[in-house]
Nanobody, 115 residues
């Protein structure tokens, strides 16, 4: 069955960095566009970044452009999100999913940016 396992979150000070990973299984990973999303407390889930199957096309939420980098390893069925210059407003649970998204979502990984 489909599994999406996010990891790499944690508590970091403003200006710090984290690298999130999402290990996918149960579907043909290399043939799907993959995206990262996030959900802050009391807010709806929002799109963060998207990567094409070959990594040739990348798209980002305006507020993370220049700070976040999405990448993927099709041999390892894994998508990454490198987050630099983190801000308190980046605090959220981060999720990955394919495009179009499964109804199923993984458990996410908590990112907390605070001093």
């Amino acid at each position: 069955q489909v599994q999406l396992v996010e990891s790499g979150g944690g508590l970091v000070q403003p200006g710090g960095s984290l690298r999130l990973s999402c290990a996918a299984s149960g579907f043909d990973f290399s043939n799907y566009v993959m995206s990262w999303y996030r959900q802050a407390p009391g807010k709806e889930r929002e799109f963060v970044a998207r990567i094409s199957r070959s990594s040739s096309s990348l798209n980002y939420l305006d507020s993370v452009k220049g700070r976040f980098t999405i990448s993927r390893d099709n041999a390892e069925n894994t998508v990454y999100l490198r987050m630099n210059s983190l801000k308190p407003e980046d605090t959220a649970v981060y999720y990955c999913n394919r495009v179009p998204a499964f109804q199923y979502w993984g458990q996410g990984t908590q990112v907390t940016v605070a001093s």
